[in-house]
């Protein structure tokens, strides 16, 4: 499977429960209205930007983009309210 140069994966919690990756297309609009609809169904939301080697598709460099997501989509910017979960650890390649 060939990646592009950048992905974006939601991560979600809802309460006390695990953070869990949600489904959607990689791209980062999908990933923002992804996001922004679990907000609105009270999950706390983590969004990551993830670079992409493009030869081998494994990831260089894991961003969290979650307070440009807010900011772009003229969402509160209180992180406290938004409760991100932890990031979820990546397999070594």
């Known amino acids: 499977m060939h990646l592009p140069p950048f992905t974006y994966h939601v991560l979600a ?16 609009e999908s990933a923002f209205d992804c996001a922004v609809r679990l907000i609105r169904d009270d999950h706390a939301v983590r969004v990551e930007m993830i670079q992409r ?4 598709g494994g990831a260089l460099q ?32």
């Open 13 to 28: 919690r809802r309460e006390d429960g695990p953070p869990r990756a949600s489904r959607h297309d990689l791209d980062r």
């Open 53 to 56: 080697n493009s030869a081998t």
């Open 62 to 93: 894991i961003s969290d983009v979650t307070a440009l997501m807010l900011w772009e989509r003229d969402l509160p910017l209180d992180l406290d309210t938004a409760a991100q979960p932890d990031p979820l650890p990546i397999a070594a390649e």
